[in-house]
C-alpha cells in the first residue's frame, strides 16, 4: 500500500511538470563541417514546426520556426550584426497565446538556402550549408545580452527631464502675455472691417445712375429739333422738284406737249431723284440752299434778255400739268406706311425713300366639328337600308355553317345561310357585317369581329347546325 501511495504521489508531481509550458532562454549560433548550426533551448518538451518565405517586398529569405506550447524568455527579441554572413538577423517574440502559447523565432538570410532541422531533448537545430563562410566562435544570446545590457541602462538611467517643467512653465507665462495682447490687436481690425460696411461713398455710387435722367429729357429734345428740320426738308424739297422738272424740258430737241403719260412723268421724277444722292435728307439740304437762289435769277433774266425762246412760255403750262400727279402722291403718302420704314420716329415720308410692300395672304378658317368617340364603331348601325347591296352583307350572329368547300389550293370556302334562308360563299378576306372572313378550316369557319373599340374571334362550327 505505501508504494502505491509513493508511485501515485510521484504521478501526481510528473503530470504539472510534463504539461507545463517550455521557456525558450536561448539561441545560439556555431559553425561545424561547413554548415552552419543555429540551436534553440528550451526548459522542457515542447512541439515545433517550420516554414519559409520568399524573398519579396524588400524583405530577404526567412526560415520561421514556430514552437508551441512555449513562453518567451529570451530577454530580447531582435539580434542584428550576428558573425555569420549568411545570417542577417534573428528575430523572435510571442507570436500567439490563445489557444496555445506560441513563440515564433525568424532566421533573416543574405540569400535563398535549403536547410535540414532536427530536434534533440529540449533543444532544435537548424542546419544550413555554407561553404564559403569561415569559422568564428560560438555565438550565444545569453552572452550577447551580457554584453548589450550595459550599454542599454544608461540612456534608460539618464532622466534629465526636471528642468524642462520650469521651461514649460516659462512657456505657459508667454501665452498669456500673447493672450493678454491679442485682444489689443485684434481691436484694431475691427474698427477698419466696419468702416467699409458703413462707408457713405460706396451707396451713393450706386445711385450716381439714378442723376442722369434730365440727360435723357436733352436726347428727347433732339429728336423734336429733328423733326422740325425734316419738316423743312420736306417742305423746300417741292419747289426744288418743280425746279428740276423745269430744267428739263428746256432742250429744244425734244418737243414737250407729246409727254402725256403720267406714269412715266412719275418714273422720271423717281430716277432723278434716285440719281441726285444716296441719302435723301442730305440732298434736301444741299439743294435747298444753292437751288432756291437761281428761281429768281432765272425767271428774271430770261424773260427780258430773250424773248425769242418760245419753249419758256410754255414752261409754265406743262408745271401746271406736272403738279397734278404731285398731289396724287402727297395723298398716297398720306397713308400710314411708318412700319415699314427703318426710322418710323419721323413724322412725314422723305421722297426717294423704298417702301416695303407685303402681300396679303388668304386665311384659310377650320370651323371642326364634335369630337368623335374613338372607341366608337366606323360603320353607322343607325341608317339601315333595305338596298341589295346591305343585304348582300352576312351578320355572323344570325347566320350559321352550313358545309366547307374544299380546294386543293388551300383556300376553302365557307357556306353560310341566315335566318331567312339566303346563303353565302365566302373566302379568307371576305367581308362581313363588323368584320371579316379570318380563316377557314375543313370543320369550322372564323371570323375577326370589331366592336367597341375592341376585336373578338367568333367560330362556327358545322357540328353547331345539326
Given at each position: 500500500?505505501?508504494?502505491?501511495?509513493?508511485?501515485?504521489?510521484?504521478?501526481?508531481?510528473?503530470?504539472?511538470?510534463?504539461?507545463?509550458?517550455?521557456?525558450?532562454?536561448?539561441?545560439?549560433?556555431?559553425?561545424?563541417?561547413?554548415?552552419?548550426?543555429?540551436?534553440?533551448?528550451a526548459?522542457?518538451?515542447?512541439?515545433?514546426?517550420h516554414?519559409?518565405?520568399?524573398?519579396k517586398?524588400?524583405?530577404?529569405f526567412?526560415?520561421?520556426?514556430?514552437?508551441?506550447?512555449?513562453?518567451?524568455k529570451?530577454?530580447?527579441?531582435?539580434?542584428?550584426?550576428?558573425?555569420?554572413?549568411?545570417?542577417?538577423?534573428?528575430?523572435?517574440?510571442?507570436?500567439?497565446?490563445?489557444?496555445?502559447?506560441?513563440v515564433?523565432v525568424?532566421?533573416?538570410?543574405?540569400?535563398?538556402?535549403?536547410?535540414?532541422?532536427?530536434?534533440?531533448?529540449?533543444?532544435?537545430?537548424?542546419?544550413?550549408?555554407d561553404?564559403?563562410?569561415?569559422?568564428?566562435?560560438?555565438?550565444?544570446?545569453?552572452?550577447?545580452?551580457?554584453?548589450?545590457?550595459?550599454a542599454?541602462?544608461?540612456?534608460?538611467?539618464?532622466?534629465?527631464?526636471?528642468?524642462?517643467?520650469?521651461?514649460?512653465a516659462?512657456?505657459?507665462?508667454?501665452?498669456?502675455?500673447?493672450?493678454?495682447?491679442?485682444?489689443?490687436?485684434?481691436?484694431?481690425?475691427?474698427?477698419?472691417?466696419?468702416?467699409?460696411?458703413?462707408?457713405?461713398?460706396?451707396?451713393?455710387?450706386?445711385?450716381?445712375?439714378?442723376?442722369?435722367?434730365?440727360?435723357?429729357?436733352?436726347?428727347?429734345?433732339?429728336?423734336?429739333?429733328?423733326k422740325?428740320?425734316?419738316?423743312?426738308?420736306?417742305?423746300?424739297?417741292?419747289?426744288?422738284?418743280?425746279?428740276?422738272?423745269?430744267?428739263?424740258?428746256?432742250?429744244?430737241?425734244?418737243?414737250?406737249?407729246?409727254?402725256?403719260?403720267?406714269?412715266?412723268?412719275?418714273?422720271?421724277?423717281?430716277?432723278?431723284?434716285?440719281?441726285?444722292g444716296?441719302?435723301?435728307?442730305?440732298?434736301?439740304?444741299?439743294?435747298?440752299?444753292?437751288?432756291?437762289?437761281?428761281?429768281?435769277?432765272?425767271?428774271?433774266?430770261a424773260?427780258?434778255?430773250?424773248?425769242?425762246?418760245?419753249?419758256?412760255?410754255?414752261?409754265?403750262?406743262?408745271?401746271?400739268?406736272?403738279?397734278?400727279?404731285?398731289?396724287?402722291?402727297?395723298?398716297?403718302?398720306?397713308k400710314?406706311?411708318?412700319?415699314?420704314?427703318?426710322?418710323?420716329?419721323?413724322?412725314?415720308?422723305?421722297?426717294?425713300?423704298?417702301?416695303?410692300?407685303?402681300p396679303?395672304?388668304?386665311?384659310?378658317?377650320?370651323?371642326?366639328?364634335?369630337?368623335?368617340?374613338?372607341?366608337?364603331?366606323?360603320?353607322?348601325?343607325?341608317?339601315?337600308?333595305?338596298?341589295?347591296?346591305?343585304?348582300?352583307?352576312?351578320?355572323?350572329?344570325?347566320?350559321?355553317?352550313?358545309?366547307?368547300?374544299e380546294?386543293?389550293?388551300?383556300?376553302?370556302?365557307?357556306?353560310?345561310?341566315?335566318?331567312?334562308?339566303?346563303?353565302?360563299?365566302?373566302?379568307?378576306?371576305?367581308?362581313?357585317?363588323?368584320?371579316?372572313?379570318?380563316?377557314?378550316?375543313?370543320?369550322?369557319?372564323?371570323?375577326?369581329?370589331?366592336?367597341?373599340?375592341?376585336s373578338?374571334?367568333?367560330?362556327?362550327h358545322?357540328?353547331?347546325?345539326?
Open positions: 500500500m505505501k508504494n502505491t501511495l509513493y508511485i501515485i504521489c510521484l504521478l501526481l508531481l510528473a503530470v504539472p511538470a510534463a504539461f507545463a509550458d517550455a521557456e525558450i532562454d536561448a539561441v545560439q549560433l556555431n559553425r561545424q563541417n561547413g554548415e552552419l548550426v543555429f540551436r534553440i533551448d526548459s522542457s518538451q515542447f512541439q515545433f514546426t516554414q519559409t518565405e520568399e524573398a517586398d524588400g524583405k530577404p526567412r526560415v520561421i520556426i514556430d514552437l508551441f506550447p512555449a513562453i518567451h529570451l530577454g530580447q527579441k531582435s539580434f542584428f550584426d550576428l558573425p555569420p554572413k549568411m545570417v542577417k538577423a534573428i528575430r523572435s517574440s510571442q507570436y500567439a497565446v490563445d489557444p496555445n502559447k506560441t515564433r525568424v532566421l533573416d538570410l543574405n540569400e535563398e538556402s535549403v536547410y535540414r532541422i532536427e530536434k534533440t531533448g529540449n533543444s532544435v537545430f537548424v542546419y544550413i550549408p561553404s564559403k563562410g569561415s569559422d568564428f566562435p560560438v555565438w550565444s544570446s545569453v552572452d550577447n545580452l551580457k554584453l548589450q545590457s550595459p542599454e541602462k544608461p540612456p534608460i538611467l539618464v532622466k534629465k527631464e526636471e528642468p524642462k517643467p520650469q521651461k514649460t516659462a512657456v505657459v507665462t508667454k501665452p498669456k502675455e500673447e493672450a493678454k495682447q491679442t485682444p489689443q490687436v485684434a481691436a484694431a481690425p475691427e474698427t477698419t472691417f466696419y468702416k467699409p460696411q458703413s462707408s457713405g461713398p460706396v451707396e451713393q455710387d450706386w445711385l450716381q445712375p439714378k442723376a442722369q435722367k434730365p440727360v435723357v429729357v436733352k436726347a428727347e429734345e433732339k429728336p423734336a429739333a429733328e422740325k428740320v425734316t419738316a423743312q426738308s420736306s417742305e423746300t424739297a417741292k419747289p426744288v422738284a418743280e425746279v428740276i422738272k423745269t430744267s428739263q424740258p428746256t432742250s429744244p430737241d425734244k418737243p414737250v406737249k407729246k409727254e402725256e403719260n403720267k406714269p412715266a412723268e412719275k418714273a422720271a421724277l423717281k430716277t432723278e431723284l434716285a440719281a441726285s444716296s441719302s435723301p435728307a442730305q440732298n434736301n439740304n444741299k439743294a435747298a440752299a444753292p437751288v432756291v437762289n437761281p428761281e429768281p435769277v432765272q425767271t428774271d433774266e424773260q427780258p434778255e430773250s424773248a425769242d425762246n418760245i419753249p419758256a412760255q410754255e414752261n409754265p403750262a406743262q408745271l401746271v400739268v406736272q403738279e397734278q400727279p404731285e398731289e396724287e402722291q402727297d395723298e398716297e403718302d398720306e400710314s406706311t411708318s412700319r415699314f420704314r427703318r426710322q418710323p420716329a419721323f413724322p412725314a415720308k422723305l421722297k426717294g425713300t423704298i417702301v416695303a410692300e407685303f396679303k395672304r388668304m386665311v384659310i378658317k377650320y370651323t371642326p366639328g364634335i369630337s368623335r368617340d374613338p372607341f366608337a364603331s366606323l360603320m353607322d348601325e343607325t341608317k339601315q337600308s333595305d338596298g341589295p347591296m346591305d343585304k348582300r352583307i352576312p351578320d355572323v350572329e344570325t347566320t350559321h355553317l352550313v358545309g366547307v368547300l380546294s386543293s389550293d388551300g383556300q376553302n370556302r365557307a357556306l353560310l345561310e341566315d335566318m331567312e334562308g339566303y346563303g353565302f360563299i365566302l373566302k379568307s378576306g371576305d367581308k362581313v357585317k363588323k368584320g371579316y372572313v379570318s380563316q377557314i378550316y375543313s370543320d369550322k369557319a372564323l371570323f375577326q369581329i370589331f366592336e367597341y373599340g375592341w373578338r374571334t367568333v367560330a362556327l358545322l357540328e353547331d347546325n345539326e
